[in-house]
């Protein structure tokens, strides 16, 4: 049960309901995250600004991988779930590599790096060593890239945050179960 109510259309800030408008049109609904972030007319925006703008750098299915491995770092059943869906659905990842995602791997060796690097971010609060710093460079990521994951980490640890603090109802099919 959520211990922070999700708003109807009635109880939303009026500053939330363009962008979850927008929302609504680009998806077809509005995932109970951003229902529960839409309480925070700023809290949302920083949200989808921060997400959108990520999405115009690593490609999706990368993004899908990190975000399963830190869901999975930090406990959170709605992103597990969310980017378990996300992942199979639009980013065409099979169970295998949902399920090495949730190990902090890829089955793919160039994600792998990224991903391992990403939880160990997740795991270690971005307190990596120069070694795991070396290794995702070694893979061909660039400075960029490096700090474009760790932002990538950044924004689903504070979704995964949220989602965990209001026990936010999964809207989304349960993540499978870890063999």
């Known amino acids: 049960m959520s211990r922070i109510p999700l708003p109807g259309p009635e109880d939303t ?9 927008g929302l609504a049109r680009k998806l077809g609904s509005v995932p ?24 115009r750098t690593l490609d999706a299915p ?17 992103c597990l779930s969310a980017h378990a869906y996300l992942g199979a659905r639009l980013a065409g990842l099979p ?3 949902i399920a090495a995602n949730r190990l902090g791997h890829s089955l793919e060796a160039r994600a792998d790096a990224a991903v391992t690097f990403a939880a160990r971010v997740a795991q270690h609060r971005g307190q990596i060593t120069n070694e795991e710093l070396a290794q995702v460079k070694a893979a061909g990521f660039t400075d960029a890239e490096v700090l474009e994951i760790v932002l990538t980490v950044a ?12 026990r936010t109802p999964v809207d989304f099919p349960p993540a499978p179960a870890q063999a």
């Open 13 to 21: 800030p009026a500053a939330s309901r363009p962008l979850l408008d």
């Open 32 to 55: 109970n995250l951003y229902r529960l972030l839409a309480l925070s007319p700023a809290g949302l925006e920083a949200a989808l600004g921060l997400s959108g703008a990520l999405s």
């Open 62 to 78: 990368l993004r899908e991988r990190i975000a399963i491995a830190v869901a999975q770092v930090n406990g959170c059943e709605y």
């Open 95 to 97: 169970p295998e590599e």
């Open 155 to 166: 924004l689903n640890g504070l979704t995964n945050l949220v989602n965990n603090v209001a």
